[in-house]
Structures are given as structure tokens and as C-alpha cells.
């Protein structure tokens, strides 16, 4: 307990998108503490061990990585750095220290080959440098803590940072005509979401036989990215801002240093039934972050 009666959750990844949900909506119950890499490097264990060893930790919650999938490829040590010894020392420290782990992951670990959604219990194969990094921290987390939560996530968007929704509405003030992938499938997920399902899974960390293991939680229903691009400028029109023409485009048309899974989708089912939280539908939250995006840059515009 902190002396504000609040128990205290230790968050890597604070200034990152579901770091900065958390920090904006903290679990009830809960306080947030969220150290700066500089503060807390997740490729340093030292750094990692000190901060772990501060204090009692209600929960640890890593929500730190190296996320910039493209870029893995050709800085491998560094994603592995924070995405997989990163998570192995947060797995040791805090099983040292008596802690849960709640453990960020992606569907990155999968290879998209599935024509259903993706299970727990599903083999992953990962295909790129940041997938094998991810899958390699699972391994890590779950050998290392015995009470740990991994929870995978997909096609994750916020109003903060670097991410496909903010991307769209950046590309549609400049330009005319866009041409948006329409062959991969996924999930679009809200970081405020997965911030609502770290605090479903932190009120459970205390129980006796607490849930442990491996979760999936992404948005409700499923689109491409041409279908996410086409219901964000639904939120522009419907504000009175412009609106680019879309075009629908294979991936061999758009070619990327990674190939990205063809098929992201996520089953929920047994999220939804261990901590009776069920994730939103991906529309709603499209529209509720858009609608933030707009009104956040009006203000910006009327203080301008």
C-alpha cells in the first residue's frame, strides 16, 4: 500500500500508447508509478532489478517494447534488447520480488497463415525480427514468473503516438487520393481498451488461484485496413473536414521491409470469460478516438 492507501503498479512503457492509457486512467484502486526509459531501460537488467526492488509491487505491468516492426530488421539487437532479455529480467526481478507480471504481447508471434481467428493455445511461427523477438519475451515471462498474465493484442490505436488512425488523418489533410492495403485482416484495438483490461486483470492479481497464463484481447469485430481507413474519414466528413478519395490496394501493391500476417484477428473468448470484460466494438472505438483527434486539434487551432 502507498501512504495514499492506493496499491502501487510499477509500468514500463509509460510514454507508449497503452502506457499513456494507463497513466490517464489508472485501474480504481491503483496508483501508476511510470519511470522514463531513461529512468527504467528495459535493455539494462540492472536498471530493470533496481526499480523492481524499490518497493512492494501490487502488479508489474510491461507495457515497454520495441515496436517499430520495420526497423527490427535492421537493429535485430535492440528489439531483442528490450522485447525479449528486456522482459526476461522484468520476469526474474519480479518473481524475486514476489510481484505479478502483466506482460504486453502481439500478434506479431503468429504468422497470419489461419483462416479463423487466432486461439491461445494456437503454435506461433513468427516471421519478422519483432515477432521473434515478442514470442522469445513470452517464453521468457512465462518460464521465469509462474504469476504472470500475458496478454496479446493486435492493430493497436490511441490518440497519442505513432499509429494508423493518427496516420490517416495526417495523410488526409495533405493529399487528395489515398491507397490503403485491403488484403490483411485484424482487429483495430484501442489502447484505452487494453488499459480497461490491464485493470480488469490487475483487480483479479490478489485472489487466491488467480488467473494466470496467456490472454488475447482485441477489438470486437473485424475490417481490413482499407475498411479502418474508411470508417476513420467517416469521422472527418461527419465533422465537416476533408475527406481523400480511398483506393483499395493488395499488399504486393505496398510493399514493406516485413511481411505483415495476412490474418491478425484475436480470439477473445477467454479473456471475456476469466475477467467478464468484453472488448468493445473496433467502430466504437475508431469513432471515439477520431472524435478526440478532432476536437484536440480545434482547440489547438482556436488557441493558435
Known amino acids: 500500500m502507498t501512504g495514499s492507501g492506493l496499491r502501487a503498479i510499477l509500468l514500463t512503457g509509460g510514454s507508449g500508447q497503452v502506457g499513456r492509457a494507463l497513466r490517464e486512467a489508472p485501474p480504481p484502486g491503483f496508483e501508476v508509478v511510470a ?25 508489474i505491468v510491461n507495457a515497454g517494447a520495441w515496436t517499430a516492426v520495420d526497423a527490427a530488421e535492421t537493429h535485430p539487437a535492440e528489439a531483442w534488447a528490450a522485447n525479449a532479455r528486456g522482459a526476461a ?32 493455445d494456437d503454435p506461433v511461427g513468427p516471421v519478422s525480427v519483432y515477432g521473434a523477438s515478442k514470442a522469445a519475451g513470452e517464453i521468457a515471462v ?9 496478454l496479446r493484442t493486435a492493430w493497436v490505436f490511441s490518440p497519442w503516438g505513432n499509429n494508423f488512425v493518427r496516420t490517416m488523418l495526417r495523410l488526409g489533410a495533405e493529399r487528395e487520393t489515398l491507397s490503403v492495403v485491403d488484403d490483411q485482416v485484424g482487429c483495430p484495438t ?11 486483470i490487475c483487480a483479479r ?26 470508417r476513420v474519414f467517416q469521422g472527418t466528413a461527419a465533422a465537416g473536414l476533408k475527406v481523400p478519395a480511398l483506393s ?25 470469460r476469466t475477467f467478464d470484460l468484453a472488448p468493445r466494438p473496433w467502430t466504437e472505438t475508431a469513432d471515439e478516438v477520431v472524435g478526440r483527434l478532432i476536437a484536440a486539434a480545434r482547440e489547438e487551432e482556436n488557441r493558435a
Do not use: C, K, M
Not at 35 to 59: F, G, K, N
Not at 190 to 199: T, Y
Not at 251 to 263: E, G, H, K, L, Q
Open 248 to 272: 483499395p490496394i493488395a499488399s504486393s501493391d505496398w510493399p514493406t521491409p516485413v511481411r505483415r500476417p495476412a490474418n491478425s484477428r484475436l480470439d477473445t473468448t477467454r479473456f471475456t
Open 89 to 120: 529480467a522484468l520476469a526474474r526481478a519480479s518473481a524475486a520480488q514476489g510481484s505479478p507480471l502483466v506482460h504486453i504481447s502481439t500478434d506479431y508471434v503468429f504468422d497470419g497463415g489461419l483462416d479463423r481467428p487466432y486461439r491461445e
Open 142 to 150: 512465462a518460464a521465469l514468473n509462474p504469476r504472470h498474465v500475458i
Open 35 to 59: 519511470p522514463s526509459r531513461v529512468e527504467l531501460d528495459l535493455a539494462d537488467a540492472a536498471s530493470v532489478a533496481r526499480w523492481v526492488a524499490a518497493r512492494p509491487w501490487a502488479a
Open 190 to 200: 484501442s489502447a484505452l481498451d487494453i488499459a480497461a483490461a490491464v485493470g480488469a
Open 205 to 230: 492479481l490478489g485472489d487466491p488461484g488467480a488467473p494466470s497464463g496467456v490472454f488475447h484481447f482485441a477489438g470486437a469485430g473485424e475490417t481490413t485496413w482499407f475498411g479502418l481507413a474508411s
